[in-house]
């Protein structure tokens, strides 16, 4: 799961095995050796035991990775309140590569992305901060977790971003995978009216499907009690929504749809409900993402009888026929381009 943050708290490496003080602070000091007076860079001066709340921290924003726990006590609690720890993620706007970015003496690079983690700082302890005891806190704590879907843009004032993602991303992505941004991913598309279904279904995957292991009860009823915290929808909305990002694991064998080559698409690596060979894959969320991008994408107009509709449902038929009517008209409603359910409007 990812989130934004904005607010402060510092860089850890993870802890060396052989480490008897834990993880240490990501920072380069310059230590001056009293007997030799060799100068060399360290980062032993503070231990993760001191406590985040007694440092001095900067501020730090991006997107982060949340751990499977503490997406687990979200998805139960719907709350941020219980995150301490943020894990490094690779996104257009990663936090760890904004940090190498802005903070020079980071002693991070691309190589920790899988062996580094940061740490919210929530208060300051007024009785040792810095190793002492101070009577006016140095600065305000207002800090800002918001959950995010994979793709989704947002403002960040700072500079050079650019160079330093697409040098990251570049080296993360492989032959098979595109760093595109989807059509059908973009809010602003005029197919798209706020709270439509589709986009729904995707965070609905990304939030509470992904890393889920449970049972299909278990799964299903997430992803409702998720969808019940959106007043927005009617219950019908929640069972069609509901029953189009659940993982295929959850259905019966007959209503899975089989992977088609022919009209797979390529994929970013931010895409991954769109990945068959994910273990929570939903084949009826890569199918009516299909027949969006092969009927909708273009924003055509209605045809002389029926509506646009009508488009997506003659794709899904033939296409894969092995589809109920129902099935069918579940998904061309999940992608009509308005959000209520009903005849869409040509664009």
């Not at 301490?84 to 590569?97: D, N, Q």
């Not at 002693?107 to 007024?126: A, G, P, W, Y």
């Amino acid at each position: 799961m990812l989130v934004k943050f904005h607010g402060r708290g510092d860089w850890f490496l993870n802890a060396d095995p052989n480490d008897k003080y834990g993880p240490r602070l990501a920072h380069n000091f310059c230590y001056r050796d009293p007997e030799t007076g060799d100068i060399e860079s360290t980062n032993e001066f503070f231990r993760i035991y001191d406590g985040i709340d007694q440092k001095l921290c900067s501020e730090f924003i991006g997107v982060f990775k949340l751990s499977k726990k503490d997406t687990a006590i979200y998805l139960d609690s719907n709350s941020f309140d219980h995150v301490e720890k943020l894990l490094p993620c690779v996104h257009e706007y990663s936090g760890l590569f904004i940090a190498m970015e802005e903070n020079g003496y980071l002693c991070l690079s691309e190589n920790d992305l899988d062996n580094c983690f940061f740490l919210i700082q929530k208060e300051v302890d007024m009785s040792c901060f810095e190793h002492k005891k101070i009577s006016t806190a140095p600065y305000a704590i207002n800090n800002t977790l918001k959950f995010i879907v994979d793709s989704e843009r947002f403002d960040i004032n700072i500079t050079n971003v650019s160079n330093i993602i697409n040098s990251q991303t570049s080296e993360a992505t492989s032959s098979e995978i595109s760093t595109h941004t989807p059509a059908y991913l973009d809010k602003a598309n005029p197919l798209f009216k706020e709270n439509n279904e589709l986009h729904i279904a995707i965070d609905a995957w990304n939030t509470v499907v992904e890393q889920e292991s449970g049972d299909k009860i278990t799964i299903r009823k997430k992803i409702i009690n998720w969808l019940s915290n959106n007043k927005n929808l009617t219950d019908e909305q929640i069972k069609r929504i509901a029953s189009v990002a659940n993982p295929d694991r959850a259905r019966k064998p007959e209503c899975k749809l089989a992977f088609n080559q022919n009209i797979a698409l390529k994929i970013s690596e931010f895409e991954k409900y769109l990945d068959h060979r994910h273990m929570n894959h939903s084949s009826w969320l890569r199918a009516a993402i299909e027949a969006w991008i092969y009927t909708l994408s273009d924003t055509p107009e209605s045809p002389k009888t029926g509506s646009l509709k009508s488009l997506p449902i003659k794709w899904l038929n033939d296409n894969y026929p092995t589809i109920s009517k129902s099935n069918i008209e579940r998904l061309a409603v999940l992608i009509n381009p308005d959000s209520n359910g009903g005849p869409p409007k040509s664009i």
